[in-house]
């Protein structure tokens, strides 16, 4: 689990930037919207990403969550946990992708269409566990 004062950040500031490893060993920055979840913080993306790419490739990664301001931000250096219609089963996958729009923008006004968006769009959940965790909001 994260810790309280992490979680409470990002639960108020969902904006952030993903640094994942391209096939070259270069840096790929991805602009984000998080969550806290569970043991980590979590955001959805298309299977046809380049940021979903990297990871499924090498998993290590980071996620600068910043306030708006960007005076405040947490780094959550780590390896991302993917979750997707190969690897998850179908009704924990539409759980996931639930609790994860919970966690950044609240309730949505029809889960059904959401929960078919979804799958028409090929998401996937991605989950960036942190070993190390740093930053100015501490």
């Known amino acids: 689990m994260l810790p309280d ?10 904006k952030a930037v993903l640094s994942t490893f391209r096939r070259n060993g270069a840096a790929q920055l991805s602009i984000v919207s998080v969550g806290a979840y569970g043991e980590g913080a979590a955001f959805t993306t298309t299977a046809d990403r380049a940021k979903l790419a990297n990871l ?4 290590r990664c980071s996620l600068l ?22 690897n998850t089963d179908a009704e924990e996958l539409r759980m996931a992708f639930r609790d994860v729009y919970r966690s950044i923008s609240g309730e949505h006004p029809d889960w059904d269409d959401y929960d ?8 996937a959940v ?6 190390r965790i740093y930053g100015t909001a501490l």
């Open 5 to 14: 004062n992490i979680s409470e950040f990002i639960s108020k500031n969902d």
């Open 56 to 59: 499924r490739r090498d998993a």
């Open 65 to 86: 969550v910043s306030h708006d301001s960007w005076w405040g931000f947490v780094v959550l250096e780590g390896a991302a946990r993917i979750m997707s219609a190969d």
């Open 126 to 131: 991605v989950i960036v566990i942190p070993e």
């Open 116 to 123: 078919r968006a979804m799958v028409e769009d090929r998401r």
